[in-house]
C-alpha cells in the first residue's frame, strides 16, 4: 500500500506527542549514567609504579609519562600527561596497568574553550580531585 511508511511515521510522532514528556534537568539534576560509561580518566599518583606499560598498550599513543629514580633506586613518577583530543576512551591502559592506578572515570563535564586543554596533566588533575594523599 502507497503510504503505509508515511501512516507508520505519524502513528509514532501522534504517540510521542500525547505521551508524557521525558525531560532531565541537566543542571541542577545530574544524570544517572550506565555503569560501563568511559568518559573520562582518572589516575592514583601514589599507586602508579611507572611502568609505561599504559603507554604502550595505547592504540594512538597519547599518553606521555616521565619518572626517576629516588633513593632506594625505586621508579618514581614525575609527569603525566595525556592528549584527551586523540584519545579514543577505549580503556585498554586502564586494563594492563598492573596496580589499577589508571582508571575510567564516569567524569562527563570535560568540554573546554581552548584546544590547548586538551593535554591534560593528570598528577594535576588528581590533586584537584583530592586523590593524591
Not at 543542571?27 to 550506565?34: A, S
Not at 592504540?59 to 621508579?75: A, C, D, M, R
Amino acid at each position: 500500500m502507497f503510504g503505509k511508511g508515511l501512516l507508520q511515521g505519524l502513528g509514532i510522532t501522534l504517540k510521542r506527542m500525547v505521551g508524557p514528556n521525558i525531560t532531565e534537568f541537566y543542571p541542577e539534576v545530574k544524570p544517572t549514567l550506565p555503569t560501563k560509561v568511559r568518559s573520562s580518566m582518572g589516575l592514583q599518583p601514589d599507586k602508579c609504579i611507572s611502568c609505561n606499560m599504559c603507554a604502550m598498550a595505547c592504540p594512538n599513543s597519547v599518553i606521555k609519562l616521565t619518572s626517576e629514580k629516588n633513593e632506594s633506586n625505586k621508579k618514581v613518577l614525575k609527569s603525566y600527561h595525556m592528549n584527551v583530543g586523540r584519545c579514543l576512551f577505549c580503556g585498554m591502559c586502564t586494563e594492563v596497568c598492573p596496580t589499577k592506578a589508571l582508571t575510567v572515570t564516569q567524569e562527563f563535564e570535560n568540554s573546554i574553550f581552548e584546544p590547548d586543554d586538551l593535554i591534560w596533566d593528570m598528577m594535576q588533575r588528581a590533586e584537584r580531585k583530592g586523590q593524591v594523599k
